[in-house]
């Protein structure tokens, strides 16, 4: 499979695709053509039949109910509607006799000749029984011989025709609905037939997706680790890709290898700058407020030849030039270089690292210097500045590397999640429900590779000088409203409350609308992340600052905090606090730094500023109107 281009791949994924969805609704299609035709089967052949017949019965009833009502109210109008009847009756069942099975009509045509013969029977009795009442007066003349004959001839005849229309009704019906059920098995039968077709062929076809999916994604996979480990200066790695096949992955994966042997062979080895800083010689010297020397160590008097009682209450000029004003007003470590004298008056250029040692009331009470001797790195000066240079050259090649590599990396993984948000519906959609959790990891995995590569990109671009600004003018209330309605999913997750505090007369903002949106995700992410059941507030602020008109975002929350140590390195590229956070909580830890390299871009900065158990605040200030540095730079 490796052998065939990634458009190939993709294209049998859609082909794939296209067949399951063709496959099933032929299927479907099928199977309603087949009700189509037992319906229209059993409404020509069994219902009209139940149809007629019913419509026999109730004929049969009108004839007689009319008959009576003849004979009760002497009307002899109504015989002529109840003659209609009559024919309607005889048209009905000469029907039903057409349409009925051989075996079946004897009992129909019995049915219309009993009737052919009630019917002339009903009429004569009836018109006998009007004109006794209007001769005689009364129902008196019923008592003759043809009357007897045709009252008890008629009530035969009506008792038959009842039974008989009924039996055959009732026999019709249960026919009727025999047919339906036997249709009802049948259909059914059909359905879980075509059922168990779809879902065998869904099954292969989901197999062989995941199974080309798989083959696309492992190696873009590998590649990427390797990619982290060469971002961090492993680039011995670069060395053990082994590509496969002839796609697209595989050219980018030669290519990279050859870069990382580049890198790997230009690059001065870290080990041996360790060597060189572990094998100087430190020397310390405590001096006071007057400048007298207090303390001396060890390495110091070998180095200078001198014994501590010579330097003991001795000014420090003695052995160099005096402290320096900033050493001693400086609250942090101050490192300079300076010259210490031998005691055979040899000049010993060093390396200066300061102390200030304070009184109870806060001031300057002394210095700590911690010197090494750097002759030795002067000899090397050379040899450094030249490997710097090498090394910052194949580093700005690796930066661009990565920084023309997005399309390569990125399209196929859109791809990827792009199809299997197809899939997933399509599993949810035809109720293969154990399929989903596979096809949510496949996602999930593509979702969380893309975003990584993403930062690792934005952070090569930033190094290869790529990124460009896109300056947009928009109001900054709609803005921060759309990045906290993002941002809530993670702020509800552990159960924290975001507080937004916007200032008045917010306006507009001219920057780079994008950049300015992840990197206020990046910080409210962030806290969401370190703090649980907690408050996350965002503050936003607009106001004059050293005479230019600036905006503030503030992201502050209630978490875990940091320390001075872990503070140090909150800035630096895939660095978190320390290791246990990153096994706790993940990430790669470049949000930070490609947030702060937008901002400064942008003429801003972020600062941090926590406490450990306590909370962590972000400030990112901004110009309300910001300028590209490269127009700026194009214009001079």
């Not at 000014?315 to 031998?342: Q, W």
């Amino acid at each position: 499979m490796s052998r065939f281009s990634l458009s190939i791949k993709f294209g049998m994924l859609l082909l794939g695709v296209v067949l399951a969805v063709g496959m099933l609704v032929g299927l479907f299609v099928e199977a309603g053509r087949r009700v189509a035709v037992d319906l229209f089967e059993l409404k020509d052949r069994a219902f009209p039949e139940y149809e007629q017949l019913s419509a026999a019965q109730d004929a049969f009833k009108d004839f007689t109910g009319t008959m009576e009502e003849v004979v009760t109210t002497g009307e002899g109008d109504l015989v002529e509607g109840a003659q209609r009847n009559g024919e309607d009756l005889i048209r009905l069942l000469s029907s039903v006799e057409d349409m009925t099975l051989q075996d079946r009509r004897e009992e129909i045509r019995s049915l219309r000749t009993a009737f052919i013969e009630y019917q002339p029977l009903a009429i004569e009795l009836a018109r006998l029984a009007i004109s006794n009442e209007q001769e005689q007066g009364g129902l008196a003349g019923l008592n003759s011989e043809r009357i007897r004959f045709l009252s008890a001839r008629v009530a035969e005849l009506r008792s038959s025709l009842e039974s008989g229309l009924t039996r055959v009704v009732k026999a019709r019906r249960s026919a009727l609905e025999t047919t339906l059920e036997t249709t009802v098995a049948l259909l059914r039968n059909r359905a879980t037939q075509s059922g168990a077709i779809a879902a065998f062929s869904l099954v292969t076809v989901i197999w062989f997706l995941i199974s080309l999916s798989r083959g696309i994604v492992s190696p873009i996979r590998s590649l990427s680790a390797t990619t982290r480990e060469v971002a961090q200066g492993n680039f011995a790695a670069g060395r053990t890709i082994e590509p496969e096949g002839n796609d697209e992955v595989a050219q980018l994966a030669h290519a990279f290898k050859a870069m990382a042997s580049s890198l790997d062979s230009t690059t001065v080895s870290k080990t041996y700058v360790d060597d060189i800083i572990r094998n100087m010689k430190d020397t310390l010297v405590v001096v006071d407020r007057r400048e007298k020397i207090r303390t001396v160590n060890r390495a110091l008097e070998r180095l200078l030849g001198y014994t501590e009682a010579e330097l003991v209450d001795q000014p420090f000029s003695m052995i160099s030039g005096g402290i320096p004003d900033e050493a001693l007003t400086m609250s942090a470590k101050a490192t300079l270089e300076t010259v210490y004298r031998a005691k055979n008056g040899r000049e010993i250029p060093m390396s200066f690292s300061t102390g200030v040692l304070k009184s109870a009331d806060g001031t300057a009470s002394g210095m700590i210097a911690v010197a090494q001797d750097i002759t030795a790195r002067k000899l090397h000066e050379k040899e450094l500045k030249e490997a710097k240079v090498a090394a910052e050259a194949a580093n700005a090649t690796k930066s661009q590397f990565l920084a023309t590599m997005s399309h390569e990396l990125r399209t196929p993984l859109n791809a990827i999640i792009g199809y299997t948000e197809m899939m997933q519906e399509e599993a949810e959609d035809s109720g293969h429900d154990e399929y989903v959790p596979d096809l949510k990891k496949v996602h999930s995995s593509a979702k969380h590779l893309l975003a990584l590569i993403n930062d690792v990109l934005d952070l090569s671009k930033i190094e290869a000088g790529k990124m460009d600004l896109y300056l947009e003018t928009v109001e900054v209330k709609p803005l921060i409203d759309d990045v906290v309605s993002v941002v809530a999913p993670l702020v509800d997750k552990k159960a924290n409350k975001l507080s937004v505090c916007l200032g008045p007369n917010l306006g507009s903002v001219h920057a780079d609308v994008t950049k300015v949106r992840q990197s206020l995700f990046n910080l409210l992410s962030n806290s969401s992340k370190f703090t649980e059941r907690g408050t996350i507030t965002l503050d936003v602020h607009r106001a004059w600052h050293e005479g230019a008109e600036r905006f503030t975002f503030a992201v502050s929350d209630t978490g875990i905090g940091m320390n001075k140590e872990q503070l140090g390195r909150m800035f630096q590229a895939f660095t978190q606090a320390d290791a246990s956070t990153t096994r706790k909580f993940g990430g790669t830890g470049l949000g930070l730094v490609i947030s702060r390299n937008f901002c400064q871009m942008m003429g801003g900065d972020i600062v941090v500023e926590s406490e450990e158990g306590k909370g962590t605040k972000f400030t990112i200030t901004l110009p309300v109107v910001v300028k590209d540095p490269k127009a700026k730079v194009a214009a001079d």
